[in-house]
């Protein structure tokens, strides 16, 4: 029985535009796989919409009970808590919306509570509330964005804009944890660019550069956001392909190579052929070293079938159960 995914399945009409800029794609990705716990794990999944939702009516209960409290209580503290969530957790512009609600707010309840002796130190005094809420949406937004490029630089490829292996490991030992708990399969799919040093000899580097750029390219647009394309070597390349079993894997792979080729024809002239071998785990296997040393054997195979192969392996429940 086919195992699908959490997102759609491996259908043409699935297949996003090959042109998507593979930044924001990494970007994305890595976003949803932000780890965290209790509210911090729920806030990093909520829609951007309802955090801005949720931030403004948390705004709203502050200012209501800061009126209510009179002069005698300060609350600013408190107007800080839905500005950082706005700001941390959802764009800029959410957190500089939050910050001028809450400054809003915050004159509204001097202008009522406090007396109008001096209307000019008033306004003064409201000015500098409402810029300081701004300043910290913006340093929390900027922080943010700055922690997920450094995140994004730390875990792709520079030349293809795919994960690297490091990340790859990660990824593929926290999916083992599920894979067990839950009892789903797991495939690994391992590409290689037949004969590419023979590429790189004919057409020169340039050529073979944009050869690696175009298979980071197809990756990214033929996969599921919930799956992991990555980059592992030279012109070795590596997709793990979440709780899904072989019928699938094969299927992936099978539109991975079509649209690799045709790829590779709008580069031109050189008829470039992929190698590909699949190997899918019933349960989880032992370590990552015999996920990858089974994938490549499956490789070597299809490589030694004439190039331009698939091979693929089923390892059965039995074999990687626990002693």
């Known amino acids: 029985m086919k195992t699908q995914g959490p997102d759609s399945s491996y259908t043409e009409s699935a297949m996003h535009d090959k042109d998507s800029a593979q930044p924001s794609v990494v970007r994305s990705r890595l976003q949803a796989d932000r780890k965290g716990r209790g509210l911090d794990h729920a806030l990093e999944r909520m829609p951007p919409i309802v955090i801005a939702l949720g931030s403004l009516l948390l705004t709203g209960l502050v200012a209501l009970f800061d009126l209510w409290t009179g002069e005698d209580l300060s609350l600013t503290l408190f107007y800080l808590v839905p500005i950082g969530i706005a700001a941390w957790y959802g764009a800029r512009w959410m957190g500089v919306l ?17 007396p109008h002796g001096n209307d000019l130190i008033l306004y003064w005094n409201s000015m500098v ?21 450094v995140s994004i630089q730390a875990s792709t490829d520079p030349l293809s804009g795919l994960f690297n292996r490091r990340y790859l490991y ?32 004919q057409h020169g580097h340039v050529f073979g550069d944009a050869v690696l750029r175009g298979v980071g390219e197809v990756l990214h647009a033929h996969i599921r956001q919930t799956d992991v394309p990555s980059r592992t ?18 299927d992936a792979a099978e539109k991975l ?21 699949i190997v899918t785990f019933l349960e989880p296997p032992r370590d990552i070293d015999q996920m990858f040393r089974l994938a490549d054997e499956q490789l070597y195979q299809a490589k030694h079938q004439g190039k331009d192969q698939i091979a693929q392996l089923v390892v ?8």
């Not at 990824?171 to 067990?180: D, L, Y």
């Not at 059965?316 to 002693?323: F, G």
């Open 233 to 250: 070597g030279g012109d070795e390349f590596a997709v793990l392909l979440i709780e899904t079993a072989s019928d699938d894997g094969r």
């Open 170 to 201: 990660e990824r593929i030992r926290g999916e083992m944890q599920r894979a067990r708990r839950y009892n789903h399969p797991l495939t690994l799919i391992c590409i290689d660019v037949d004969d590419f040093k023979e590429i790189n000899d």
């Open 316 to 323: 059965p429940a039995q074999v990687t159960a626990p002693r």
């Open 98 to 114: 939050v910050a001028t609600v809450a400054g809003i707010a915050w004159v509204t309840h001097d202008l009522i509570d406090l």
């Open 257 to 277: 190579q079509r649209a690799l080729r045709a790829r590779m024809m709008e580069l031109g002239p050189a008829a470039i052929t992929f190698s590909i071998g």
């Open 129 to 149: 509330r409402v810029m300081l809420f701004l300043i910290v949406a913006y340093l929390l937004s900027s922080l943010r964005q700055q922690l997920l490029e």
